[in-house]
């Protein structure tokens, strides 16, 4: 799966799960080969589209290393 984070092309995504948490929902982004993320900062407008779906929120976690990148963002309910 692929997705565009930001503007930034996210290829050979894993994982994407949604959960619940308050009257928000908390989405985490799973994926191989990190792309550039060093400009990140959290708490700031983080939008993913996917060929059939698109997140809007906040960034309010990510992180890198030699497996690959996780990306967490908070968004409004649609309930």
Known sequence: ????????HLDRITSITTEPIGSSTLT???????PALEDLKL???????LADDEIDG???????DGHGYKI???SASTD
Do not use: Q, Y
């Open 43 to 49: 708490n700031t407008p983080a939008r993913l589209i």
């Open 72 to 74: 967490m963002i908070e």
């Open 1 to 8: 799966m692929h997705g565009t984070f930001n503007g930034v």
């Open 58 to 64: 906040v960034l309010v976690a990510f992180a890198k």
């Open 28 to 34: 985490t982004i799973r994926g191989i080969e990190s």
